[in-house]
Every structure is written in C-alpha cells, then in structure tokens.
C-alpha cells in the first residue's frame, strides 16, 4: 500500500498513539545525546541525527528483570515477569540500519527455545522506517547489501519529499493495520518528488568471498595485525544493531532480589574465562576474530544471514580506531 | 508464580536439597528434589545432559546432571568450589531450595554403544558427566560387554565418589584402575601410582567393538588421546565433552561457541573426530 502524510499528520499520528497510551519510541535528543528512547510528544522526535546507540532496545533492553526472588528460611517464592506488561510500541524514524537488524535478531531469539522477553516485544511494536538522506565517512550498509532506502524490517516505510513531508509504503500487515486505523491522516500519492537519498561511499563486500576466506582462516596473522590494539572496551558490541551476547546476573541480597538479562560483548576478557583460570579465548585479538567470524560467518552458517547492517556506530566509536569496514574489505581482496 | 512459567525460558524449577555429600574438601554433592509434583514427574534427562543451577542472590552455574537416569525422583550435582556461585551452592543445607533450568544440551548416545565394550576414562573433578554414564550402563549391564573405569587425581584426597569407587571395585563385572599422581598417595593406597594416560597405556583396554568415554583437564585429554589411537581406537570410538563458558544453555546468549559450534546446543558429547575439527577455541 502507498500512501502520502504530512510532516504535520505525521506528528498528530504520533501525538495520537501516545495519548492512547502507546509506547513510542523514536530518535530523540537526550542530555545532548540523540537516543532511539520513548517520546513524551511528538515535537521531540529528530529526524536528522543517527542516534548513538541503536533501535534494538525495543526489544532487547540493555538490561532487563526476567524474573524475581524472595526467600523465606528455606523457601524460596519466584515471580515470573508477565509478557502482558510489555506495552504496545511504535518504533518511527528508524534508520535501514536498525531496522533491518531486527530481523535478524528474530533468528536467534526464535529458534529452538523462544525467547519471550524478545518476541513478545516483537510481536507488540510496529517498526516505521525512515530512508536516509545523508551519510558519514563511517557509514557502510550498502556495502553489506542494504541501502539508505531498505525496507527491510520496517512495517511502514517513509521516505521524505521535497517540500516536507513523506512517502509512505507498508510491508506488512502491521503497517497496513496502522494506516487503515488512521486512514484520515494519510492521503493518495501524488508525484511528489522525493530528497535525494544518501550515497554511502563505500564498495559493494562480496560477502560470499568474505565467508570463504575465514571459513579456512580461523589461525591467520592478519588476526593479530588488524586487533592487537584492541583495548577490549566492547563498545562496538553495545552500540551495533546485530550483536546480542548477553550475560544473566542476579541482582540483589540473600533475601530478595531480581536475575537480570544484560548485554555483554565478546570483547571482554572475563567473556570466555573459565573458573579454573584457563581462557579459549586469551587475547585480544582471538575475541575480535570472534567479532568477525560471529558477524560473517558463525551466523551465516547457522541462519543464512550477516551479523552485520553497515550503520558504522563501531567505527565511529572505537577509541583505537578499528575500522570493521575496512577489516572486511581487504579479507574480500584477499579472496580468490 | 503467573501462569506463563512455562513460558519464560530462563526461569528454574525449584528443587529441595535432600542430602549434602562431601566429596573432598572443595568437592560437593547435592542430591536434589523437585518442589514442583508434576516437574518432579516429567523431568527427564539422557546421560551427558547439563542444567544451570541458581544460587538466588548470586547467580546461575553450569553442571552435568551427574545422577543416572535411571534413577528416578531425584538429580545429582557434584561441583567443586571455585567462584562466587558455587561458593553460594556450598553453603546451602538439607531442606534448602535450589533453582534448577535444564536439561539442556545432547547427550550420549547410548543405544549405540549396546553390546559393546566401554572404556571409561576420568580425571579429577571430571568424574560427574562419566558417573551418569556408568550407572546409566550398570543398571543395563545386560547390554554392554566389558566394562572397564580408569580414574585417577591428583592425590588420594581429590579422588570424587569414593564410595561408590569402592563399589565398582568390588563388582566382578566392572574393571577398575584407580590412580593418583606420583606422590598424592598415602601410606594405605592400593591402587596405580602415575598420570591417567600412562595408567591407560598399561591397562591396555583393547579397542575392538569398544568405545572409550573420556573426561578430564584439557591437559589429560591432550595426552589420552594419543594413547588411544595407539591402542587402536578411531577418532569415532571416542567420546568426550567441553565444558565452555555458559550462560543461558539455551544458544542465545552467544557465550559458548567453539567456532560455529554453539556447545550448549551442539554439545557438550563429542566424538573425538568432531573435536579434532574444531578450532582450538576450548
Ligand atoms: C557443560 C558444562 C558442564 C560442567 N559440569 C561441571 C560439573 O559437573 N562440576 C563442576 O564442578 N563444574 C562443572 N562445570 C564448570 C562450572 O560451570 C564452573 O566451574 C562454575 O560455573 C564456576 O562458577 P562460579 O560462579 O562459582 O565461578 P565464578 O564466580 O564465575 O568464577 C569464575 C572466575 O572468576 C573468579 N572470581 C570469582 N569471584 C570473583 C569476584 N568476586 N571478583 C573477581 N573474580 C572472581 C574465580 O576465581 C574464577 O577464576 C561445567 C561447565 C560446563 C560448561
Ligand atoms: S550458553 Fe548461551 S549460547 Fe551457549
């Protein structure tokens, strides 16, 4: 379904949602920091700024209660976390990046045992994208096969028209559902031209190439030139779409407390180290060829998809100046 | 509890401790009960299987299920004191509660090894995932061939089971060599003084229609597995388990994959020749 809405519809949609008591969530300016976090009105919502972290906390929160205890003498009294408390969501103004990430973190959290806290979550949000219209040196996601313009993971798709306001293209019930429901904000297309999109300055990867080099490259000196300078801070993990390692800790005293779901990195030391003191993965750079294999291949193997959606947040954030783009160009050069 | 229990993947069954064994010094048993009648009656597990247990307060560790499924009622867990939670696990008592996720992981697959013989070899703290085999088999002796159990630790006072050591000692159908290493034995020891593959070596277990079963420090492992080629067991004869770091045991949390081998879903039971080609990442 295509269809047309103003910048001003757009925000009476939003306001709409909100006053119904939906949760939306959109990118937002927060202490100087643009964040994908919920809005209290739709005036706070940006729309030119790539937030810092990325869209996965709607459904994966940094850090999250799966459940909670209280022990009396020798009882113990456990209480469940109710799906139904995780609020209807609307996520707008996401960028092809984040959206497309959500996908396939489906895959993980859905195969086999199914994780409840992600894809009730899932289930409950309507994802709306928004096309980009400007790129930085760091971003690379045509350069994984995606574009400024990717609908993938988005249920409604805005791209923005010269003059104000968007296009709009639904990819899925969801998004059918919400414009229907909603039908007087939104009007027929006309011909309105649209912004000219980003142009990410990057080659296309051959991802196929990248795969066949590290499916026989496990043990390789370039592991220690491209990551021996890597400080293991794990920042790459805690701001990228894809990544979803996660470690569970309880919180509280003897008496009571909650057990805990955090995001954790691959990065860190204490990652892998067993309790008796033996490491698999002892150095830095064997935890970030394990960065590289997960993205590019270990998820590829398992699922048929890349880790990896070219937002370029680690890029732009590693304080030694590890440039994963770059890392996986030249392994697609080094491939016959 | 809310009625989505059964939904929430990480929330444990809670279980009773129903007995404390002290193995060694730094070494326990729980045996542990059920709280819950129908979880009591539907859990079921297969030899080789893992769960997480919580220490509410401090958090979840891995174990093997170290009891025989064919014991029903009740699951073991034999772990040593090494860190914050299995601290925690020490100091719980009879009558305490216990919060237990699994069982998780592939198993042994038993049913292959019907009428075959079994080499069973242990070092340390490794004896648990084998234990589970043992009696798994012992309580179906009538389709194995020879059973041998080579086990050894550092000293006599490491040695787990001890017990039930003396058990299998006394049984005309099962072979034991117990050892420890050079200067862990006491004036009273009767059994092998020397490292576990040396002691392997001249025990000399013939490889024909048999599967060895084999568990310890990487180190032992490192060296067993060359005495067992030289006895002439193929890298499928040979079973062992790895023992990565885990979190949720459920091939989500990222934590335990040896390449693209996640060992919580894949493993922790692999035939040698599958281990052989893996990356070194365990
Ligand atoms: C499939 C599988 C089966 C297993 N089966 C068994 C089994 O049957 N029996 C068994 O004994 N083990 C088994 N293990 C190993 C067992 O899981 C670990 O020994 C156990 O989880 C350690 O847990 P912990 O929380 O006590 O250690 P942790 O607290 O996580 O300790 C880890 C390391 O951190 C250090 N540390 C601890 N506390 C702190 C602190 N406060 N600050 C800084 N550092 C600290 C410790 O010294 C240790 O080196 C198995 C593992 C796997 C994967
Ligand atoms: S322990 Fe979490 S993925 Fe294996």
């Given amino acids: 379904m295509q269809k047309q809405i103003t910048q001003q519809n757009l925000n009476a949609l939003l306001d709409t949602l909100i006053k119904e008591g939906k949760r939306v969530v959109a990118p937002r300016i927060n202490a100087g920091t643009p964040l994908y976090e919920p809005l209290k009105s739709s005036a706070e919502m940006i729309t030119d700024q790539l937030p810092k972290r990325s869209g996965k906390e709607a459904f994966f929160p940094l850090c999250e209660d799966i459940m909670s205890y209280e022990k009396e003498g020798q009882q113990i009294t456990l209480t469940d976390i109710d799906p139904a408390r995780f609020p209807e969501t609307v996520l707008v103004g996401v960028r092809p990046c984040d959206a497309a990430a959500v996908p396939v973190l489906d895959a993980v959290f859905s195969w086999d045992y199914k994780d409840e806290f992600f894809l009730e979550r899932r289930k409950k949000t309507t994802v709306i994208g928004l096309a980009c219209t400007t790129a930085d040196d760091a971003c690379f996601c045509t350069a994984v096969g995606l574009s400024p313009s990717d609908s993938k993971g988005s249920d409604l798709f805005l791209t923005p028209l010269e003059g104000g306001g968007y296009n709009c293209e639904t990819f899925s019930e969801k998004g059918e559902t919400l414009i229907n429901k909603y039908k007087e904000l939104f009007a027929e297309p006309d011909n309105a031209t649209t912004i000219p999109l980003a142009r990410p300055q990057t080659e296309t990867f051959d991802l196929k190439k990248v795969k066949a080099w590290l499916d026989s490259h496990f043990e390789d000196p370039a592991w220690d030139s491209v990551a021996t300078r890597c400080v293991g801070c794990g920042a790459c993990a805690f701001v990228c779409p894809a990544c979803h390692c996660f470690d569970i800790v309880d919180e509280g005293t003897e008496k009571s407390g909650k057990r805990r779901k955090n995001w954790d990195a691959c990065g860190f030391w204490k990652f892998t180290h067993h309790a008796s003191g033996h490491n698999p993965r002892d150095q830095q750079p064997k935890r970030y060829r394990n960065r590289i294999m997960h993205k590019f291949k270990y998820y590829d193997d398992k699922f048929g998809q890349t880790l990896c959606t070219g937002c370029g947040r680690c890029i732009r954030l590693c304080p030694v100046g590890i440039d994963i783009a770059a890392i996986v160009e030249e392994i697609s050069k080094k491939q016959e | ?282």
């Avoid at chain 2, 297969?46 to 299920?65: D, N, P, V």
């Avoid at chain 2, 034999?78 to 939670?85: I, L, Q, S």
């Avoid at chain 2, 050079?182 to 024909?208: C, H, I, K, M, R």
Wanted: with cysteine.
């Fill in chain 2, 1 to 282: 509890m809310c009625d989505h229990s059964n939904q929430n993947i990480y929330l444990p069954h809670l279980a009773t401790v129903a007995e404390v064994i002290d193995e060694t010094p730094d070494v326990r048993t729980l045996k542990l009960v059920f709280q819950d009648q129908q979880v009591r009656d539907s859990f079921s597990f297969r030899a080789g299987q893992f769960a997480e247990y919580s220490a509410f307060g401090a958090g979840e560790s891995t174990f093997c299920i170290a009891s025989s499924p064919t014991r029903k009622g009740y699951i073991e867990c034999c772990f040593r004191a090494v860190g914050r939670v299995t601290e925690e696990l020490r100091r719980l008592e009879p009558g305490d509660s216990i919060g237990v996720r699994g069982p998780y992981g592939n198993s042994f697959p038993i049913e292959e090894f019907y009428g075959k013989n079994l080499v069973f070899v242990a070092g340390g703290i490794a004896l648990p995932p084998l234990r589970t085999l043992i009696w798994n088999c012992l309580d179906l002796r009538d389709k194995f061939g020879d059973i041998t159990i080579v086990y050894g630790a550092r000293t006599e006072a490491d040695l787990v089971y001890k017990r039930e050591l003396q058990e299998w000692e006394k049984r005309s159908d099962v072979r034991l060599v117990k050892t420890v290493d050079p200067g862990g034995n006491g004036p009273e020891w009767d059994g092998q003084v020397g490292f576990v593959p040396t002691v392997l070596e001249q025990a000399a277990p013939s490889a024909e229609n048999t599967v060895a079963l084999v568990c310890g420090p990487p180190v032992m492992i490192k060296f067993t597995l060359p005495v067992l080629e030289k006895l002439g067991f193929s890298d499928d004869q040979v079973y062992t388990t790895l023992e990565n770091r885990m979190k949720c045991g459920l091939g989500k949390c990222g934590r335990c994959n040896v390449g693209n081998v996640y060992v919580c879903k894949d493993g922790p039971v692999f035939t040698a020749r599958q281990v052989k080609a893996m990356p070194l990442e365990y």
